[in-house]
C-alpha cells in the first residue's frame, strides 16, 4: 500500500481531473478501502481543500472552488507548460510582470529534474515595436473589463492620444470580448457614438469610473470572434478572416527561397528556378508592393487587378526616379 502523502497526492490529483468521484471508483482506482479514502479526504479538508461529498448509492465526492487557493498539483507536463506559458506572457505589456513573479514562484517549488527542463527551454518573448512605450493595464483591468462584458455594462474611457486632450470626449462602448492578437490585448466593443464595432487595444485605454448602464448584447458580423479580429486587422469588416485582395504569380526564384517569406501565402514549386506565389492583402497595390519585394521577375497569373496595381506602382517608380535623376542633373 501506498504510503499517506503519495495516496494523498494520488488523490488529489485524480480529484482535480475529474468533477465527480464515488467512493467506490476511487477505491478501486488507489488499491484502497472505501474507509481509506473517506479517512484521506478528511486530511485533504484539513490542508485546506473544499471536497464536497454528495450522496448516492456508494457517495461521492467533489473538488469544489474555494475562498482560498490551496495548493495545486500538476503532472510533470502540465508544469513544464504551464511555465513555458508564463515565460511567454513575460514578455506582455498588459501582464508581463504578474505572470514573471508568477513563474518564479512556481520555478521555486519544482522539483531538480523539471527546472532542468525549464532552464533548457528558455523562451525569450520580444516585444513588437512601439509597445515600449505603452502603458500597462494590468491584470486587475482585465478582470474589470472581463467581470463588464460578463455584467453587460457600458464601459467609457479615453483613448490612445485623445487621453492628452480635455477637451475630447471619452469613448462610451459597449463590451463585448476581450482577446488577444500578436501579443496585445484588444477589446471588442459597440462604440456608441459612431454605431460602430471597434477594436481597441487595451494597454491604449485610460478608464474612466463608474462603469454605465447595463445593455443587450449584439451580434458580431460573421458571428465568429478569431474571423472578426483577423478580418479587421485584414481590412475587411470582420465578417470574413480572408484578405480583400488576392492574387497570383509566378516568380523566377525557387520555392524554398521565398516560403519563408510568404507569411500565409501558398507557395507552389514549379521547377528548381520557378515557383507560384498566391498571396492576400488589404489593397491591389499593396499586394503588389509585397510581391515587388521579391526582387526578381514576375509574371501575374491574376486578377486584373494586380496587373493594372503594377502598372500604377511602375508608374509611380518611374516618376520618382525621373525626380531623382532631375534633381542630380540641377
Known amino acids: 500500500m501506498q504510503k499517506t502523502s503519495s495516496r494523498l497526492l494520488a488523490l488529489l490529483s485524480l480529484l482535480q481531473t475529474h468533477r465527480d468521484w464515488s467512493g467506490d471508483d476511487l477505491a478501486v482506482r488507489l488499491d484502497i478501502t472505501p474507509r481509506t479514502v473517506r479517512r484521506d479526504i478528511d486530511r485533504l479538508r484539513e490542508l485546506g481543500y473544499p471536497i464536497l461529498a454528495f450522496k448516492g448509492p456508494s457517495g461521492g465526492y467533489r473538488l469544489a472552488a474555494g475562498s482560498q487557493l490551496p495548493p495545486l498539483l500538476f503532472d510533470d507536463g502540465q508544469a513544464v507548460a504551464l511555465a513555458l506559458a508564463l515565460q511567454a506572457a ?115 485605454i485610460r478608464p474612466r469610473t463608474p462603469t454605465g448602464p447595463r445593455f443587450t448584447p449584439r451580434d458580431l458580423p460573421g458571428d465568429d470572434v478569431a474571423a472578426f479580429v483577423t478580418g479587421r486587422f485584414r481590412g475587411t469588416d470582420g465578417s470574413t478572416a480572408d484578405w480583400p485582395c488576392r492574387g497570383e504569380v509566378v516568380l523566377d526564384l525557387p520555392a524554398q527561397a521565398v516560403a519563408p517569406f510568404a507569411q500565409d501565402g501558398i507557395v507552389e514549386e514549379l521547377g528548381p528556378d520557378r515557383c507560384r506565389l498566391s498571396l492576400g492583402s488589404w489593397s491591389w497595390t499593396g499586394l503588389a508592393a509585397t510581391i515587388g519585394r521579391f526582387d526578381t521577375d514576375i509574371h501575374v497569373i491574376g486578377p486584373p487587378q494586380l496587373t493594372a496595381a503594377f502598372a500604377e506602382l511602375a508608374a509611380r517608380f518611374s516618376s520618382a526616379a525621373g525626380e531623382s535623376t532631375g534633381q542630380k542633373r540641377g
Open 90 to 204: 513575460a514578455g506582455s505589456a498588459t501582464i508581463g510582470e504578474d505572470a514573471a513573479r508568477a513563474l518564479s514562484t512556481i520555478r521555486q517549488v519544482m522539483p531538480s529534474r523539471l527546472r532542468q527542463r525549464i532552464d533548457m527551454l528558455q523562451v525569450t518573448a520580444v516585444q513588437s515595436p512601439g509597445t515600449g512605450n505603452a502603458s500597462p493595464a494590468g491584470t486587475n483591468f482585465l478582470a474589470e473589463v472581463s467581470r463588464a462584458i460578463h455584467a453587460r455594462e457600458e464601459l467609457r474611457f479615453d483613448y490612445g492620444h485623445d487621453a492628452t486632450d480635455p477637451a475630447e470626449r471619452p469613448r462610451r462602448t459597449q463590451p463585448h470580448h476581450l482577446v488577444t492578437w500578436r501579443g496585445h490585448w484588444y477589446l471588442i466593443a459597440w462604440d456608441l457614438d459612431r454605431a460602430d464595432w471597434r477594436t481597441f487595444r487595451v494597454d491604449r
